[in-house]
Each structure stands twice: as structure tokens, then as C-alpha cells.
């Protein structure tokens, strides 16, 4: 059985920093795009940013030069380096692993940018 779960998720003050993981079991990530979304309160979920199996990555204009992706070199996990946080980053984040013949999702972490 394929699972994904999100850590490091928590509170947070604007300009702050967090590093979100997402660790895997029964799958490994060398085949797969590895990818960040959120979703804020009332929105729908947006991507954030993506890592692919060569290492390429892609991110939204709004989070670029503040947040990095990157993979475990066990190809195990993915992370979210978060740096310069806003309020406007609060949101549930959940990573996404997909291929073309399958999509892993994980349930999600909690991020909130308050003073």
C-alpha cells in the first residue's frame, strides 16, 4: 500500500522560515514527478512547485527565489524548503507523486503565517 505524509508543518511568524517533508512507503520516487500543493481557506488548491526524476525544477512565480523542492537521494522523500514566509502562504500543503500511470497524493500539513 502506496502513502504519503506531509511533516513539518506548524506556525510560524511573517518572514519566518519552515522545511515541509513528505516521506513515502511502498513506492519509491526515482520514476516520479514530485510535487507541492497548497490550499488556503476558501480557495481552490494551487501548485506550488515540482521536482522531476532528473532533478529539474519548476516553481510558481510567487513563491520563486523563496521556497526550493527537493528530493532524498534514497528517492523516499521530497521537501519544502519555505523561507521569507508570508501570510499569504498560509495554507494546507500536500505533496503529490505521478507518473504517467499513477497519482499519489498525502493527506496534508498545516501551515500558518501569523504573528
Known amino acids: 500500500q502506496v502513502q504519503l505524509v506531509e511533516s513539518g508543518g506548524g506556525l510560524v511568524q511573517p518572514g519566518g522560515s519552515l522545511r515541509l517533508s513528505c516521506a513515502a512507503s511502498g513506492i519509491s520516487f526515482s520514476i516520479y514527478r514530485l510535487a507541492w500543493y497548497r490550499q488556503a481557506p476558501g480557495n481552490q488548491r494551487e501548485w506550488v512547485a515540482t521536482?522531476?526524476?532528473?532533478?529539474?525544477?519548476l516553481y510558481q512565480d510567487s513563491v520563486k527565489g523563496r521556497f526550493t523542492i527537493s528530493r532524498s537521494y534514497t528517492n523516499t522523500a521530497v521537501y519544502l524548503q519555505m523561507n521569507s514566509l508570508k501570510a499569504e502562504d498560509t495554507a494546507i500543503y500536500s505533496c503529490?507523486?505521478?507518473?504517467?500511470?499513477?497519482?499519489?497524493w498525502g493527506q496534508g500539513t498545516q501551515v500558518t503565517v501569523s504573528s
Open positions: 503529490k507523486a505521478f507518473s504517467q500511470q499513477n497519482t499519489y
Open positions: 521536482i522531476t526524476p532528473a532533478g529539474s525544477t
